[in-house]
Nanobody, 125 residues
Framework: VQLQASGGGLVQPGGSLRLSCAVSGRTLRGHAVAWFRQVPGMERNFVAAIDRNSAGIRYADSVKGRFTISRDNTRNMVYLQMNSVRPEDAAVYYC???????????????????WGLGTLVTVSS
């Protein structure tokens, strides 16, 4: 499974941005998918995840009510809609997928076997 994140860029505080993740190599069906983010020199942190059936969705507390994760299995795409963006949201965002992810470990970095290269989000006025 190969993943390619895109859509990053410069956004003003309070603005919106939509990240996309294109999945190839295998069908997205059967895989949970997630977004993580990382600031240089810091650990990679969980942002949002959606399970293989789209029945289970989880968000980091810091993004609840502002970010929305979604998936389109027919297009093998995953999205992260970022609204009311804050300066602390600036980071490199990574998408990840895993076929063995269960609801209890949706937010666990180690649960995901496949990772894409990140896309940089910069927040500045």
């Amino acid at each position: 499974v190969q993943l390619q994140a895109s859509g990053g860029g410069l956004v003003q505080p309070g603005g919106s941005l939509r990240l996309s993740c294109a999945v190839s190599g295998r069908t997205l069906r059967g895989h949970a998918v997630a977004w993580f983010r990382q600031v240089p020199g810091m650990e990679r942190n969980f942002v949002a995840a959606i399970d293989r059936n789209s029945a289970g969705i989880r968000y980091a507390d810091s993004v609840k009510g502002r970010f929305t994760i979604s998936r389109d299995n027919t297009r093998n795409m995953v999205y992260l809609q970022m609204n009311s963006v804050r300066p602390e949201d600036a980071a490199v965002y990574y998408c990840a997928a895993g076929s063995s992810v269960i609801t209890s470990n949706l937010a666990s970095l180690t649960a995901y076997a496949y990772w894409g290269l990140g896309t940089l989000v910069t927040v500045s006025s």
